[in-house]
């Protein structure tokens, strides 16, 4: 029993020299690779029109703000107010289409992007109307709806919502006037 006690113990520390020997390497490693996509986003930042910078912006901020809790609640334990934050329900469609939105409309666009951005831009909208219409339906369902808060990230989600789809036309509309009509 001692001896695999013994030989167990040899080989962790072993693992943990040759482990700590490759901490410096995985540091370069990962300096030069931050160093090279950081490098290639700045070049590629600056080949875009400047409707592109802003609706990149502002698709990154939607997205941001659709992972962030919207509600907020107080709850009673055993004499002891609790805090609770909460994303609604249907969140996870909030952040996928606000995912999508920003990887094929940051870096790709083609004719079936733009139908797309719209297209899901409005499911958006869609969804947070029903929700200011039944938002225990849509947001929450195991609280009375006057007892929740909403908090500043639901607002500025909406705002990024607005400006993403304001710039995203224009963005669309000024690709049309300089790709499309140069000769």
Same mark, same amino acid.
């Given at each position: 029993?001692? +001896?695999?006690?013994?030989?167990?113990?040899? =080989?962790?520390?072993?693992?943990?020299?040759?482990?700590?020997?490759?901490?410096?390497?995985?540091?370069?490693?990962?300096?030069?690779?931050?160093?090279?996509?950081?490098?290639?986003?700045?070049?590629?930042?600056?080949?875009?029109?400047?409707?592109?910078?802003?609706?990149?912006?502002?698709?990154?901020?939607?997205?941001?703000?659709?992972?962030?809790?919207?509600?907020?609640?107080?709850?009673?334990?055993?004499?002891?107010?609790?805090?609770?934050?909460?994303?609604?329900?249907?969140?996870?469609?909030?952040?996928?289409?606000?995912?999508?939105?920003?990887?094929?409309?940051?870096?790709?666009?083609?004719?079936?992007?733009?139908?797309?951005?719209?297209?899901?831009?409005?499911?958006?909208?869609?969804?947070?109307?029903?929700?200011?219409? =039944?938002?225990?339906?849509?947001?929450?369902?195991?609280?009375?709806? +006057?007892?929740?808060?909403?908090?500043?990230?639901?607002?500025?989600?909406?705002?990024?919502?607005?400006?993403?789809?304001?710039?995203?036309?224009?963005?669309?509309?000024? =690709?049309? =006037?300089?790709?499309?009509?140069?000769?």
């Amino acid at each position: 029993m001692t +001896n695999t006690f013994f030989s167990l113990l040899t =080989e962790i520390l072993n693992f943990l020299t040759v482990s700590i020997k490759l901490v410096p390497e995985l540091i370069k490693v990962w300096w030069f690779l931050g160093k090279k996509i950081t490098l290639s986003l700045f070049s590629y930042w600056k080949t875009k029109l400047f409707y592109d910078k802003i609706f990149f912006i502002f698709l990154f901020l939607q997205l941001f703000f659709s992972v962030l809790p919207w509600f907020h609640y107080e709850i009673v334990f055993f004499e002891s107010n609790e805090s609770v934050s909460l994303s609604p329900k249907l969140n996870s469609i909030f952040i996928l289409i606000s995912l999508l939105n920003f990887f094929f409309l940051g870096f790709w666009k083609s004719t079936w992007t733009r139908l797309w951005f719209f297209a899901t831009e409005m499911i958006c909208v869609i969804i947070v109307l029903w929700g200011y219409l =039944e938002p225990k339906r849509t947001y929450y369902d195991f609280v009375n709806p +006057n007892e929740v808060s909403t908090q500043l990230p639901f607002y500025l989600f909406l705002i990024s919502l607005f400006f993403s789809f304001v710039f995203g036309y224009l963005s669309f509309k000024k =690709e049309d =006037e300089v790709y499309v009509h140069s000769p």
